[in-house]
């Protein structure tokens, strides 16, 4: 489109209207960042201090999933309390 500016005009619209692929660019790598240090901090945060406190094993004698951390610490206990 044509403003006025004559034919020997260089600048496209987009460029009249200060929109270019490098401030985008930048936006977009900004909010990236962003969401990547957000979710550093929150996992960080509120992870367990545990290291295998995640993992699960399936219940001896049962269709379930217990955590193995509890069962290793004292398996005894966990086949007593299973033949109550």
């Given at each position: 489109m044509?403003?006025?500016?004559?034919?020997?005009?260089?600048?496209?619209?987009?460029e009249d209207e200060g929109?270019?692929?490098t401030g985008i660019a930048?936006?977009?790598?900004?909010?990236?960042?962003?969401?990547?240090?957000?979710?550093?901090?929150?996992?960080?945060?509120?992870?367990s201090p545990e290291p295998d406190a995640g993992k699960?094993?399936?219940a001896p004698g049962r269709d379930?999933?217990?955590p193995r951390a509890d069962f290793e610490r004292d398996p005894k206990s966990y086949f007593?309390?299973?033949r109550k």
């Open positions: 044509n403003r006025g500016k004559g034919a020997a005009s260089s600048k496209t619209e987009t929109i270019n692929g930048a936006a977009i790598g900004a909010v990236a960042g962003a969401a990547l240090l957000a979710w550093g901090i929150g996992s960080a945060l509120f992870s699960t094993m399936k379930y999933r217990i007593k309390d299973l």
